[in-house]
């Protein structure tokens, strides 16, 4: 039996796997992103934090296949970040530097990506060859697995599925510099946008008017419970996803599009509503395209790095 170790780093704090070669998590720390000094002490912890759990199992370096890690940021598959920004990173080769620390190889990826990644092998898309995997949250992210790999693409960007384009006429500025980025209408944020504008539009009655925030997770709540505004700003939200996810099953054609993220707690809701909405905008040749949640949750993306190495 092998073993290794699957790394997920984010702004706040860094998700350590140690895995068997079959996928089985065995331990798992988690370790403060100590992002002062341009990042400098992230590395050495995550080396630091692998040589402690070798230690206690008693595990040589040939029982090892090495470490995966997953980055917020560009990293192309010679190892080279591109600058990470949550983590003060500049542009460095974290295949090398990791490996120095370590004495181990060393597999790295976009995060969301790996979060892909981990939710194709052991989440919501086992069994299949070819998914989408799509988060849901404060705005959209995701990854494309084609073929059991990650869609990387020429340039680190394969699989930013928040910035495709949708037919909405506001054309509603993104953070990316385009207009009419999905993400603007079916992220988290963007939900509740278009709840608070409809609000504002109409003098339809709502239970939404009496609240001093509207959220995502209230308009989910009261459309769930018919509110008759909430129902028809969030279909016109998932509608606009339905479409980008359409869009994107033109050029990938996956068996299955799996929902994560924050949003998806909205559950088997979200996901029926999404799948209605995307039947109406596909190619008709992917009416056989499945829907189903993530499983994994926050650990998908050390699911997902570990899995770089087999």
Known sequence: MKYGFG????????????????????VQRELPSRTEHEGEAILPDIAEAAREICAERGLSKDELLGIGIGVPGPV???????????????????????GALTGLPVRAGNDANCAALGEYWR??????????????GTGIGGGIILDGKILGGAH????ELGHITVSAPDKHPC?????????QYASANGIARMARERLAAEDTPSVLRGLENVTCKDVFDAAKRGDALASASLEQSLDYLGEALADACCVCDPERIILGGGVSKAGEYLLERVQAHFTTHMFHACKGTEFA???????????GAFRQLL
């Open 7 to 26: 790394a997920d780093v984010g702004g706040t704090t860094v998700k350590l796997g140690f895995f068997d070669e079959n996928g089985t998590l065995l």
């Open 76 to 98: 192309n598959a010679e190892g080279v970040v591109n600058r990470c920004v949550n983590l003060n990173w500049g542009v460095f080769n974290i295949h090398e530097k990791l």
């Open 293 to 303: 949640l993530a499983t994994l949750g926050n650990d998908a993306g050390m699911y």
């Open 175 to 183: 953070t990316c510099g385009k207009r009419g980025c999905v993400e």
């Open 156 to 159: 680190g960007v394969g699989g």
């Open 123 to 136: 989440g919501g898309g086992m069994g299949c060859r070819s998914v989408v995997f799509v988060t849901l």
